[in-house]
């Protein structure tokens, strides 16, 4: 992964993260503020709840005040008729005044003010009333040229008026009410307002009347309507600083949803860090077996015979190769690298696993790392894996390299047992490390490789160009078998063969290839 790459992952990583902790804090912030309107709403019906009732009650007060004033026996505006009305006015608290009037709407005596012929009544009119019912019921709302002079609720019938002060209909909130803003009582049937709070805007209320907002949460108006009259009532929310809001946010919500953010948020970056770091894809990589395996031949540097191949391995990750240099250190570190070799194992045996049951002479050399070699775990698993493939001991070779000594007491152990099983074991990249040499010496081994770098510098002046030649001549001593690694030139081919090298691998021969390319070149060189 280069740096680029490596910049827009992390960047992705916190965009991730980020919405992981937002998202679930963003939804307890929302649940909060609809439960804060939510409860607003509730609040705000139970006021127009008891603001319709009362609407209703001074309704029907005022109602039965007028039918009393219908049974009275006494002559209309005669002096017992006006004691009665006196007495009506007296006994119902919601009425303010009584009295009758004309065909012609003209005031003919009130309660307050006497018979026209005291003469204050005399020319006052009523208007056309404001509302009619199909029972002849009148109501004049906001009239104000009435005896006392302020405005009043007028309702009347068959020539007899009642009349109210409005205020009586909204007296059910009080003045420095917090829950409600405003009170309206409407006449549903003319679209009337017919009493407000004070300060409520009454062409404000009628407009969220018309338009008639469903009881919903986020609605700041409560519409409720009565059944049994033709009255509705229009609640409105007080008008909240942002502050006051604040205040009485259901604080518990929004930290649910920030406690959830943050878990979800820690638990993203874990499995996004595991999923996305090199060792994450590594880990994944063994769990989905994305390894595969190339094989580059091994020949006789005498007959330029195919003998075997060395088994390398590489990830396949998405649609390109990695190479094993890239990862089998982090997997050595990770402890994922013996999976890595069973892997490796169990692709050979499946590629060719028939090939060499059938021509025995050709065998597979798997590299090992430290960890292969502390126990005997793949030879456990080797041993009944090539069993049940038909494939001989022989031909299943082992490729270590020095790095891989460190707790040389266990791997002089698992070595020998190696070779025991019938496995040859070699010593790879040798001459590369300090103590070589010493190796050789202490460990029971079949062979060495001899490292490219000393087959690089074969033909040259430089001081290593004889390295080649002196480690063959050892090998010979000790009685050991020599693979000379990473041949490109024929003189160099020539130079280690004349030099007593029997075997070599490099590209002068063949780069590493797939099964199917490998069976076809072994097959090739058989027949040469
Ligand atoms: P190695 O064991 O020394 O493998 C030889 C490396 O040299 C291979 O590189 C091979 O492709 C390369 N090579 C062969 N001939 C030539 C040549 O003529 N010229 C040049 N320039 N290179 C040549 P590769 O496949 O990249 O492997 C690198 C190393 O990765 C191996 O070095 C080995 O140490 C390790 N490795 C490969 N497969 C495995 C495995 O299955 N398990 C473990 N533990 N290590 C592995
Ligand atoms: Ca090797
Ligand atoms: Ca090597």
Redesign the pocket.
Same mark, same amino acid.
């Given at each position: 992964m280069n740096k680029i790459q490596r910049g827009a992952l992390a960047a992705l990583l916190i965009v991730i993260v980020v919405i992981a902790a937002l998202a679930p804090a963003g939804i307890g912030f929302l649940f909060a503020q609809r439960s804060q309107r939510h409860d607003e709403a509730e609040r705000l019906n139970t006021v127009a709840k008891a603001a319709l009732y009362r609407a209703e009650d001074v309704t029907r007060r005022l109602s039965g005040a007028l039918g009393e004033i219908g049974k009275v026996a006494a002559a209309p505006c005669s002096p017992p008729y006006l004691k009665e009305l006196r007495r009506i006015a007296l006994t119902h608290e919601q009425v303010r005044d009584a009295g009758a009037y004309d065909h012609d709407g003209r005031w003919q005596c009130s309660s307050l003010l006497g018979a026209v012929s005291a003469g204050v009544l005399d020319g006052l009119t009523l208007p056309p009333p404001d509302w009619r019912s199909r029972d002849g019921v009148m109501a004049w709302y906001g009239l104000s040229r009435l005896p006392g002079g302020k405005s009043s609720l007028v309702m009347g019938r068959n020539g007899f008026y009642v009349a109210a002060d409005p205020s009586l209909y909204v007296d059910t909130l009080d003045a420095n009410d917090e829950v409600a803003s405003g009170v309206a009582i409407i006449n549903t049937d003319v679209s009337r307002v017919i009493a407000t709070t004070p300060a409520t805007d009454a062409n404000a209320i009628l407009a969220v009347y018309r338009t008639a907002p469903p009881v919903r949460d986020c609605s700041p108006y409560v519409v409720r309507r009565s059944v049994s009259m033709p009255l509705a009532v229009v609640v409105s929310a007080p008008h909240q600083t942002l502050h006051q809001r604040l205040r009485t946010l259901p604080w518990g919500w929004l930290l649910g949803g920030v406690v959830v953010g943050l878990v979800f948020a820690g638990w993203a970056a874990v499995f996004l860090v595991r999923r996305l770091s090199p060792r994450g894809q590594l880990s994944d990589a063994v769990r989905r077996h994305q390894f595969i395996v190339?094989y580059?031949p091994i020949v006789d540097l005498g007959t330029r015979r195919c003998v075997g191949a060395?088994?390398?391995?590489r990830w396949k990750y998405h649609d390109r190769i990695v190479?094993?240099?890239h990862f +089998?250190p982090l997997a050595e570190h990770r402890g994922l +690298?013996q999976a +890595?070799?069973d892997q490796?194992l169990d692709t050979i045996l499946l590629e060719l696993g028939e090939f060499l049951k059938r021509y025995p002479e050709y065998y597979v050399s798997?590299?090992?790392?430290a960890q292969d070699l502390t126990t005997r775990r793949f030879l456990d698993v080797l041993g009944p894996a090539i069993v049940r493939q038909g494939v001989r001991p022989a031909q299943i070779r082992i490729?270590a390299?020095e790095r891989s000594f460190l707790d040389a007491d266990a791997a002089k152990e698992v070595i020998s047992a190696f070779r025991d099983a019938g496995h040859a074991v070699y010593l790879?990249?040798f001459g590369t490390g300090y103590s070589s040499l010493s190796h050789l010496q202490n460990f029971r081994i079949d062979g060495l490789k001899i490292d490219?770098s000393f087959v690089d510098t074969v033909g040259q002046d430089a001081a290593s160009s004889s390295v080649a030649s002196h480690i063959i001549d050892m090998a010979a001593t000790l009685d050991v078998q020599v693979i000379a690694?990473? +041949?490109?030139h024929e003189e160099q081919a020539a130079y280690l063969h004349a030099r007593g090298a029997q075997f070599g691998?490099?590209?002068l021969f063949s780069p590493?290839l797939s099964a199917a390319e490998f069976i076809r070149y072994a097959g090739r060189t058989r027949g040469a």
């Amino acid at each position: 992964m280069n740096k680029i790459q490596r910049g827009a992952l992390a960047a992705l990583l916190i965009v991730i993260v980020v919405i992981a902790a937002l998202a679930p804090a963003g939804i307890g912030f929302l649940f909060a503020q609809r439960s804060q309107r939510h409860d607003e709403a509730e609040r705000l019906n139970t006021v127009a709840k008891a603001a319709l009732y009362r609407a209703e009650d001074v309704t029907r007060r005022l109602s039965g005040a007028l039918g009393e004033i219908g049974k009275v026996a006494a002559a209309p505006c005669s002096p017992p008729y006006l004691k009665e009305l006196r007495r009506i006015a007296l006994t119902h608290e919601q009425v303010r005044d009584a009295g009758a009037y004309d065909h012609d709407g003209r005031w003919q005596c009130s309660s307050l003010l006497g018979a026209v012929s005291a003469g204050v009544l005399d020319g006052l009119t009523l208007p056309p009333p404001d509302w009619r019912s199909r029972d002849g019921v009148m109501a004049w709302y906001g009239l104000s040229r009435l005896p006392g002079g302020k405005s009043s609720l007028v309702m009347g019938r068959n020539g007899f008026y009642v009349a109210a002060d409005p205020s009586l209909y909204v007296d059910t909130l009080d003045a420095n009410d917090e829950v409600a803003s405003g009170v309206a009582i409407i006449n549903t049937d003319v679209s009337r307002v017919i009493a407000t709070t004070p300060a409520t805007d009454a062409n404000a209320i009628l407009a969220v009347y018309r338009t008639a907002p469903p009881v919903r949460d986020c609605s700041p108006y409560v519409v409720r309507r009565s059944v049994s009259m033709p009255l509705a009532v229009v609640v409105s929310a007080p008008h909240q600083t942002l502050h006051q809001r604040l205040r009485t946010l259901p604080w518990g919500w929004l930290l649910g949803g920030v406690v959830v953010g943050l878990v979800f948020a820690g638990w993203a970056a874990v499995f996004l860090v595991r999923r996305l770091s090199p060792r994450g894809q590594l880990s994944d990589a063994v769990r989905r077996h994305q390894f595969i395996v190339a094989y580059q031949p091994i020949v006789d540097l005498g007959t330029r015979r195919c003998v075997g191949a060395e088994a390398l391995v590489r990830w396949k990750y998405h649609d390109r190769i990695v190479r094993p240099d890239h990862f +089998i250190p982090l997997a050595e570190h990770r402890g994922l +690298i013996q999976a +890595i070799t069973d892997q490796v194992l169990d692709t050979i045996l499946l590629e060719l696993g028939e090939f060499l049951k059938r021509y025995p002479e050709y065998y597979v050399s798997v590299n090992l790392s430290a960890q292969d070699l502390t126990t005997r775990r793949f030879l456990d698993v080797l041993g009944p894996a090539i069993v049940r493939q038909g494939v001989r001991p022989a031909q299943i070779r082992i490729e270590a390299t020095e790095r891989s000594f460190l707790d040389a007491d266990a791997a002089k152990e698992v070595i020998s047992a190696f070779r025991d099983a019938g496995h040859a074991v070699y010593l790879d990249d040798f001459g590369t490390g300090y103590s070589s040499l010493s190796h050789l010496q202490n460990f029971r081994i079949d062979g060495l490789k001899i490292d490219k770098s000393f087959v690089d510098t074969v033909g040259q002046d430089a001081a290593s160009s004889s390295v080649a030649s002196h480690i063959i001549d050892m090998a010979a001593t000790l009685d050991v078998q020599v693979i000379a690694e990473g +041949i490109e030139h024929e003189e160099q081919a020539a130079y280690l063969h004349a030099r007593g090298a029997q075997f070599g691998q490099g590209w002068l021969f063949s780069p590493p290839l797939s099964a199917a390319e490998f069976i076809r070149y072994a097959g090739r060189t058989r027949g040469a």
